[in-house]
């Protein structure tokens, strides 16, 4: 995560070396300011389980596209299955366990085909 915090807080960074430093254009070291870069991995942390939660919903949105192609007429339950994934982000409030994995999710229910 620190990686992505420097690359956030830099744009300009074209190269990280651990223990050595950062790299902007024409290999130029960049003086990276240590509390920006704590910071901004305190807010990539806390945006994590949101961003998790969308990958996820996304994954399963993607798996019922095929509901919903132009030769196809979805139900009800299907229309709102979808629906349900995608009120996911302002309804929920995920979190992370020990392990990294989501927790805190009402997963709507897949509806029989």
Known sequence: M???AIYEVYPDCT????????YGVDDKL????????????VELEDAEP??????ERNRRLAETDWWV?????????QLDYRQALRDLPATAEPTLDKNGMLTNINWPEVPNA
Do not use: F, N, Y
């Open 2 to 4: 620190r990686h992505q």
């Open 15 to 22: 190269g990280i070396v651990d223990g050595v430093g950062v």
């Open 30 to 41: 960049i003086e990276v300011d240590e509390t920006l870069i704590q910071s901004k991995i």
């Open 50 to 55: 949101m961003r998790l939660l969308r990958l």
């Open 69 to 77: 192609l132009p030769d196809r007429t979805p139900t009800q339950a």
